[in-house]
């Protein structure tokens, strides 16, 4: 099931790259709702044709703004449902042997470079406790790991929120506002 995201928040995004006019946003809106849309449904619903929809979506996969479309499994159905953050601080000179093995392992589906007293913070999906437990003893050689264990996901994986699709020049005005003293 794709992820949906609807814009509620005002966070100003600051200097949004010049993509991202009020159409792209909406083109994007779209395809996180349902990122199997045709360009000819994508075009019907921002009003415009499907060669024009195409090519904004083009333009956007070649700025970067889009970086791939992709499809959701469920750990569960793949008989992983335990899900857990595992945190580790390498002793000297182990950081690279810890992300080979992150690399290695197939149950790690995410793997981050962190600041703080650990240098590293991975998601991974096991079938059980034991499969857990050894996941975490192949790092134990190269620091020391703690592990979370999730039990639920009140708020689950999404997409950042969109800016609010006004001009470049809107845009523009509302930062130069924010740069502006106060008068009081």
């Known amino acids: 099931m794709a992820t949906k995201l609807r814009q509620t928040s005002d966070f100003d995004f600051g200097a ?3 993509q991202l006019d009020a159409v792209n946003v909406r083109v994007l809106e779209h395809l ?19 060669p ?41 000179r182990q950081l690279t042997k810890v992300a080979e093995v992150a690399r290695r392992s197939p149950e790690v589906v995410e793997c981050h470079r962190i600041t703080g007293e650990d240098c590293f913070l991975m998601k991974a999906y096991v079938g059980a406790v034991e499969d857990l437990e050894g996941l975490i003893d192949r790092f134990l050689p190269f620091g020391q790991t703690t592990t979370s264990i999730v039990q639920s996901s009140p708020v689950p994986r999404r997409s950042p929120p969109l800016p609010r699709g ?17 008068v009081e």
């Open 166 to 182: 006004d001009s470049g020049a809107e845009r523009k005005a509302r930062v130069d506002a924010g740069r502006r003293p106060r």
């Open 52 to 92: 024009a929809v195409a090519e904004r979506v083009q333009r956007l996969l070649e700025a970067g703004v889009i970086t791939g479309f992709s499809t959701e499994l469920s750990p569960k159905a793949l008989g992983r449902p335990i899900a857990a953050y595992i945190r580790i601080r390498p002793v000297a």
């Open 16 to 18: 949004v790259s010049p």
């Open 32 to 50: 996180l709702e349902d990122p199997r849309l045709t360009m000819s449904e994508l075009g019907r619903r921002v009003g415009m044709s499907a």
